[in-house]
């Protein structure tokens, strides 16, 4: 599999195939890449609709450039004295900042989400995420402000001075607990329409049927956040109820 970056003949051809309705995993096998690798290319670079190959290799050089000149003051990879691949870690980063910005969360926001749930110890100052990410504090407040308001960050005081943000491994928990809420409420508001278009109309019967399929999927989220909020604090290696986990010897 070959390494190192796209280059713009690579990205021409992500750009083709994307054009012609290729799905990334498809796109990164004619390319011999990793799927996280085109992913990632794409997402940052406009998205599948707005991807153009030369205008992602003039960013790419530009933020490679940025990153030559602020090498000497740059953020403190997460490596953490565990002799991880600083770069790979940077790289990891990047990807699961894509997957969160995929799935809805604003861009600063998931670059925080990322920072955070890549530290060992699972906490960092406002001034600590603004060095790792060489942002703002104001850019940082905005987003543990909004992190903090959908139950996916949690702030901790350090020794009575200053605050820390961070996870628990109950966040996730919560997280789908507020999502299913939020689900419900919006099945509770759909059927309040049902009264006003006029029940048996067909806008009303769109209502209807969406509330039905909300409840189910809220009650749904719930019942499975319950039954598997164990594994948030399992071992790894470990199954649910306490039996073995894959690869692993029933006693």
Request: proline share 5%.
């Amino acid at each position: 599999m070959p390494g190192g970056r796209l280059t713009q003949q690579e990205r021409q051809q992500i750009a083709t195939g994307l054009a012609d309705g290729l799905a990334y995993a498809e796109i990164a096998r004619r390319l011999d890449r990793p799927t996280s690798t085109i992913t990632r290319e794409v997402m940052r670079n406009g998205g599948p609709t707005a991807y153009r190959a030369d205008l992602a290799h003039r960013a790419t050089e530009r933020r490679a450039h940025r990153r030559r000149q602020s090498a000497p003051r740059g953020p403190k990879a997460l490596t953490e004295d565990h002799g991880r691949d600083a770069e790979a870690v940077r790289a990891y980063e990047e990807t699961l900042t894509t997957v969160f910005i995929a799935s809805g969360t604003p861009k600063m926001m998931a670059r925080v989400m990322a920072c955070l749930t890549l530290t060992d110890s699972g906490s960092l100052t406002a001034a600590e995420l603004a060095q790792r990410l060489q942002v703002s504090p104001a850019s940082v407040s905005k987003a543990i402000a909004f992190l903090e308001s959908q139950d996916l960050v949690r702030r901790y005081r350090e020794e009575g001075r200053r605050e820390r943000y961070g996870f628990d491994e109950d966040i996730w928990y919560q997280s789908m607990r507020a999502s299913a809420r939020s689900t419900a409420q919006v099945a509770e508001t759909s059927r309040q329409g049902v009264a006003v278009m006029g029940p048996g109309t067909p806008a009303a019967t769109r209502l209807e049927n969406a509330a039905r399929f909300l409840d189910f999927i809220a009650e749904t989220m719930i019942r499975s956040a319950e039954q598997a909020r164990e594994v948030l604090y399992a071992k790894p290696g470990a199954a649910p109820g306490g039996t073995a986990g894959p690869g692993q010897d029933h006693q």
